[in-house]
């Protein structure tokens, strides 16, 4: 069964600093999504990976996958408040259809 | 382009009601999914149709739960008899099986409905 972690469910940082979201899964997947979340609102695809090495960026967020680990990282560089928002990561195998499996989502506070 | 349109946005209803839910998706799109997220959770995927076929049903409680997508474009989900357990964000989404690269199969998701049942 094809299952997600991240970590950590809640993050609370200042302007100005630099974190990273993780995202492990159990199995082999063919593609790994990471959504933004606004209160109240739909979810928005940010970014999406495919091969193992994969690094993708937008703005202040830098996503990369390691197939070999199962593991993804969103790098947040330089948080502003617009920032705040819930990020999940989700993964396809396409064996199973094009069904994605979520992670619990990470809560991203940034105070200014 | 528009977007993935439901309604309603918010329902309340007591448990033991009936309650339904609409979507359309993106024209085009021949994939369409229904996902419940509990507060606190990612969303998780209760049923997905191509065209006016489903494709995996395979966690949506069928006792209770029933959907539907007429003429392969919109869909409606139905969830009757409601109970406490049932509160929660009920999203849809779609997807083209055209193009190619990362564009094609990558899901938009709706706005969402909350149901609270009390």
């Known amino acids: 069964e094809l299952k997600v972690e991240q970590n950590p469910l809640f993050l609370s940082m200042q302007e100005g600093k630099n974190y990273t979201i993780y995202c492990n899964y159990s199995?082999?997947?063919?593609?790994l999504y990471w959504y933004r979340q606004d209160p109240g609102k739909s979810l928005e695809s940010l970014f999406v990976?495919?091969?193992?090495?994969a690094v993708k960026q937008e703005g202040r967020l830098m996503a990369s996958l390691d197939t070999k680990a199962r593991l993804s990282t969103l790098h947040i560089t330089a948080a502003v408040h617009d920032l705040s928002a819930t990020y999940f990561c989700?993964?396809?195998?396409?064996?199973?259809?094009?069904?994605?499996?979520f992670g619990a989502g990470t809560i991203l506070r940034v105070k200014s | 382009e528009a977007g993935v349109a439901q309604s309603p946005r918010y329902k309340i209803i007591e448990k033991r009601q009936s309650v339904a839910f609409w979507c359309n998706p993106i024209?085009?799109?021949?994939?369409l999914y229904w996902y419940q997220q509990i507060l606190g959770q990612g969303p998780k995927l209760l049923i997905q149709?191509?065209?006016?076929?489903?494709?995996?049903d395979s966690q949506l409680p069928k006792d209770r739960f029933s959907a539907e997508r007429l003429k392969g474009v919109d869909s409606t989900l139905k969830i009757q008899p409601a109970k406490l357990e049932d509160s929660a964000v009920y999203l849809c989404?779609?997807?083209?099986?055209?193009?190619?690269?990362?564009?094609?199969?990558?899901?938009?998701f709706g706005a969402g409905t909350r149901l609270s049942v009390l």
């Open positions: 989700a993964v396809v195998r396409m064996e199973y259809g094009n069904k994605l499996v």
């Open positions: 149709f191509q065209n006016n076929g489903v494709v995996d």
């Open positions: 199995t082999t997947s063919d593609r």
């Open positions: 989404a779609s997807s083209s099986i055209k193009g190619q690269g990362v564009a094609k199969n990558i899901q938009y």
């Open positions: 024209s085009g799109h021949a994939t």
């Open positions: 990976l495919l091969s193992n090495g």
